[in-house]
């Protein structure tokens, strides 16, 4: 399987654990808002932005109330975010991002999980320079010149077309924004009649350059972001991998 094809088959492979990610973070954000500021989102009006969000992402009605409850209960710790750094293997950059509510659990198992993986934890910033923050929307079932006009008119940076087991071109696209259009890129190209993909969008870390790799890094690389994905505190994963997205 070449590179190209292993990136689209994990990605294929790996859909219903980033749902299922996408759903726990959604979880232990409402328990972070709700304990920060109360359980009516017409107060509270991140918790209002939040609860919207979960609604476009379908997250199902049960997640939302018992992590609602969960925010109620004196046992339950405050969440924090944290971002962790590693270089990886072949003199890749990695960039992890947690939501814990036990950061030193977290710092240890991310630790544990980089150095396993043949990787090695990395201070803050020595990778991040490699990375930009930016908007990531996909859009579905749209042709090239269609999908590049669109892009345009929605003020997006980069559009980048999406591949097949087989490497071959989809009718999907992700498109690149700058962090502040991120959700007017997406108002607008559902505007525009796109079919967005609003559960594969989302703010993500995007190196500013790919790093190539030989075959046996690759494999190397791939293991340690699987790795680093089953850690129940990790949300997302960021590479400058060639050929490897999270």
């Known amino acids: 399987m070449g590179r190209r094809s292993a990136k689209i088959a994990l990605r294929k492979g ?10 726990g973070r959604i979880g232990k954000k409402l328990i972070q808002l709700v304990k920060s500021g109360g359980p009516d ?3 509270n009006s991140k918790l209002g932005d939040l609860l919207k969000q979960a609604k476009d992402l379908g997250v199902p009605k049960d997640i939302i109330e018992r992590n609602v409850k969960k925010a109620s209960d004196a046992k339950q710790g405050d969440f924090q975010e944290c971002i962790y750094e590693a270089y990886g293997p072949g003199g890749t950059g990695f960039i992890i991002e947690a939501l814990t509510d036990n950061v030193n659990r977290t710092a240890g198992d991310v630790k544990s999980a980089i150095t396993k993986g043949g990787g090695k934890a990395a201070d803050g910033g020595s990778v991040m320079f490699n990375f ?4 990531q929307v996909l859009v579905h079932g749209a042709d090239e010149d269609t999908v590049f006009e669109a892009a345009i008119d929605a003020g997006a940076d980069d559009v ?6 087989e490497g071959n071109p989809t009718n999907d696209f992700k498109l690149f924004t700058q962090v502040e259009a991120f959700s007017s890129a997406i108002s607008k190209l559902q505007e525009l009649g796109l ?6 969008s ?3 870390y995007r190196g500013t350059a790919e790093v190539a790799v030989d075959d046996a890094s690759f494999e190397k690389c791939e ?15 960021y590479t400058n991998c060639e050929g490897l997205t999270h």
Do not use: S, T
């Open 14 to 23: 790996k859909a219903d654990a980033k749902k299922a990610k996408v759903y």
């Open 41 to 43: 989102p017409m107060a």
């Open 132 to 135: 930009m923050r930016q908007g």
């Open 160 to 165: 980048q077309p999406v591949f097949d087991e």
């Open 195 to 200: 079919a967005v993909n609003v559960e594969e």
């Open 202 to 204: 989302e703010l993500v």
């Open 223 to 237: 293991a340690l972001m699987e790795r680093l994905l089953e850690l129940d505190d990790v949300d997302n994963v």
